[in-house]
């Protein structure tokens, strides 16, 4: 049994790749909410996601620890890559809920354009019960349906969706993966770690 932890930050994704937006938003996140620590969950078989091949999710959970491993306040987990069938949020926090206590506060770390699809996801209602949300947004992204979801879920829900604007969001992993196969740099916008091992895997030459 792991010792329990007061207050945890769960930041989840495909991370194909993970870039300095995903890293500069989860210290942003755990200095902002006192936070003990941030596991990064690289998705398994995310449902949302069928549409595109996704990386191998051994090779995105690598990638992942290459890139959080300096920072002594984040951790990487495998429980969705371990998992069979698709992998749903509410599964996760369940998992994780069961490792450190019932009492642990979560801070599911999540992008602004997720929350407007929030309602859509596997039990919902039970999911915004069980954590705070807290979405990323970069400077000026705000905007007019968010606030109005935010609110709604406020209203009808009592939950509260805390907020953080973060400059460095405007890095995208599509345009990482987009700028490789077009054989453009990729450098300053993810750990030089990754970088290396993208190039050296020959990941993303395949559009």
Known sequence: MTNKLQRIGIMGGTFDPIHFGHLVTAEAVRDQF???????????NPPHK???NITDKKIRYLMT?????TNPYFEVSAIEIDREGYTY????LKEFKNIYGEETQI????G?????EIL????????????NFVAATRPGYAGDSISEKIEYIRRIYDKEIFQVTVPSLAIS???IRNRVFEGRPIKYLLPESVERYIEKAGLYKRG
């Open 50 to 52: 069928v549409k595109r």
């Open 112 to 116: 602004a354009d997720a929350i407007l």
């Open 107 to 110: 801070f599911f770390i999540t």
């Open 65 to 69: 620890i290459l890139a959080t491993v």
């Open 34 to 44: 006192n936070l003990d620590k941030v596991i990064f969950v690289p998705s398994g």
């Open 89 to 92: 949020t509410i599964d996760t």
């Open 173 to 175: 992993s599509t345009d």
């Open 120 to 131: 859509t996801w596997k039990n919902a209602e039970e999911l915004l019960k069980m954590c």
